[in-house]
């Protein structure tokens, strides 16, 4: 029926490749439209977004509302340069997103996109310490497995080799604690026999490298492309916070993937009251309708900042006028139709799906998720939690697998060879229990198709 409507067209681009160079090579259908949480190719095929693209799409595709603000903005102006003119539509978001944020964080400043994002946080801290005379504090400690992005300096915060290998020396190697993998924790203990060594380890690397060396600590507050919907142990986060107080570092949270109601909340770091001193925000910010993201940080850092000329930094399309009014219609949606508690329920129904599943395939080792940001951990042995060979690539053939049954998911392969492969399953928060089971049917049978390919 979508495609009656929107036929678009049926041949595929003939010379591809010839003009376009990717990350990964591969067939690809062409995308002639998408609703709610449907998308469609030219050739008339459906798929259920089943990962809301990158886990962007938080508001599912084709918005009226959206299409609207775009419409009433396009009228006005597509783009007007910051150092010439401010704009309506990025004082009004700066001002949604302070309300809708904790009390403490009241100023921000716009970019593009996730990586943007991340240096942005970066530089902020790096520029507060050097106005105070402490240009000692440039290094930044992150976790493994982590991601923040593609551009060298987030790319120096995260850890997966294979974009890193091509780039080594990366611009600083900076100092890495495990994240909190407790499927498979690195120091071979029980949570909570545990007692959190992985994140104490904050502490040990801050000491290690001299805290008057360390500008922050960055963090995913639910991990996500590298972790699979990795979500700490309640206390890890009472813990990090004590750390950096502690030792007067910052403390950023990359909640690129988590914000904007993915998980539940408006932002993650509201299931545990952790107070950030930068966040790092994009994706959800405009659910994928225009390129935009943000960092919203505290009147202190921006009054030490801005002290000696202003912050030092910045991207010409910063503050874009359409992506502002997009973001902020975005933001008006998710909140007035209430998309984190719908995805607070939606996900937990996910979840318990995704263990019956779990229960079913021997290779799912652990299904976790919090909100609508939910994986499955793929393993060749559950008993040993062997991960598979990287080279067989078992999350890519699963992925491959629901894709030619019409589903959406997102793959992430075995890291290093050390964690095992998963794939994230995060619809767009407008989803319905019906669509979850019909989600979860195409999974089912991607699934068992799978098992037979790997023989597991
Ligand atoms: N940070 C996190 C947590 C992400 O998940 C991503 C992208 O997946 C990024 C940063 C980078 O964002 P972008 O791809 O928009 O540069």
């Not at 062409?30 to 030219?42: L, R, V």
């Not at 309506?88 to 009241?106: D, T």
């Not at 507050?221 to 750390?243: C, K, M, N, R, W």
């Not at 801005?306 to 399309?317: D, I, K, P, S």
Request: aromatic fraction near 10%; glycine fraction near 8%; include cysteine.
């Amino acid at each position: 029926d979508l495609f009656k409507r929107h036929p678009g067209e049926l041949a595929a681009y003939p010379d591809q490749e010839k003009y376009l160079f990717y990350q990964t090579k591969k067939e690809q259908p062409i995308i002639a439209g998408a609703e709610g949480i449907y998308m469609w190719d030219t050739r008339g095929k459906q798929y259920l977004d089943g990962c809301s693209g990158a886990v962007v799409n938080n508001i599912g595709h084709g918005n009226r509302r959206v299409i609207a603000a775009v419409e009433r903005q396009s009228r006005q102006t597509f783009f007007a340069y910051r150092t010439q003119f401010e704009n309506r539509p990025s004082q009004e978001l700066a001002r949604q997103l302070v309300e809708h944020s904790a009390p403490h964080l009241n100023r921000v400043f716009f970019v593009s996109g996730g990586s943007e994002a991340v240096e942005s946080a970066m530089k902020v801290c790096r520029q507060y310490f050097f106005n105070l005379g402490e240009g000692s504090r440039y290094k930044f400690v992150s976790r493994v497995p982590a991601y923040h992005g593609s551009t060298l300096g987030a790319l120096s915060l995260t850890s997966y080799a294979p974009l890193e290998v091509a780039f080594k020396p990366l611009v600083r190697d900076n100092p890495k604690i495990p994240a909190p993998t407790c499927y498979r924790c690195v120091y071979h203990k029980q949570y909570p026999d545990c007692e959190l060594e992985c994140a104490w380890a904050l502490e040990k690397t801050v000491l290690e490298q001299g805290p008057d060396n360390i500008a922050a600590f960055v963090v995913e507050p639910v991990g996500g492309a590298s972790t699979g919907a990795l979500v700490p142990p309640d206390e890890y986060f009472g813990i990090i916070q004590h750390i950096c107080r502690k030792y007067g570092i910052f403390l950023v949270l990359d909640e690129v993937m988590t914000g904007f109601g993915r998980t539940g909340k408006l932002f993650a770091y509201e299931h545990w009251g952790v107070q950030a001193d930068v966040v790092a925000l994009s994706k959800g910010i405009a659910s994928g309708y225009y390129p935009l993201g943000a960092i919203l940080t505290t009147d202190e850092i921006v009054d030490v900042v801005v002290r000696r000329g202003g912050f030092a930094h910045g991207h010409t399309y910063a503050g874009n006028p359409m992506a502002c009014a997009v973001g902020q219609e975005v933001l008006r949606v998710i909140m007035e139709d209430k998309l984190p508690e719908n995805a607070d329920r939606m996900g937990k129904i996910l979840l318990k799906g995704l263990n019956r599943l779990g229960r079913k395939h021997r290779f799912i080792g652990e299904v976790r998720g919090l909100g609508l940001l939910t994986a499955l951990e793929l393993v060749r042995d559950p008993q040993t939690r062997e991960p598979f060979p990287p080279e067989w690539n078992a999350a890519m053939l699963l992925t491959d697998n629901a894709f030619a049954d019409g589903l959406l998911i997102y793959p992430r392969r075995s890291i290093n060879g050390l964690y095992g492969d998963h794939v994230l399953v995060a619809p767009p928060l407008i989803v319905r229990e019906a669509q979850i089971a019909e989600l979860l049917e195409k999974l089912d049978k991607a699934l068992t198709r799978t098992a037979d390919h790997l023989n597991a």
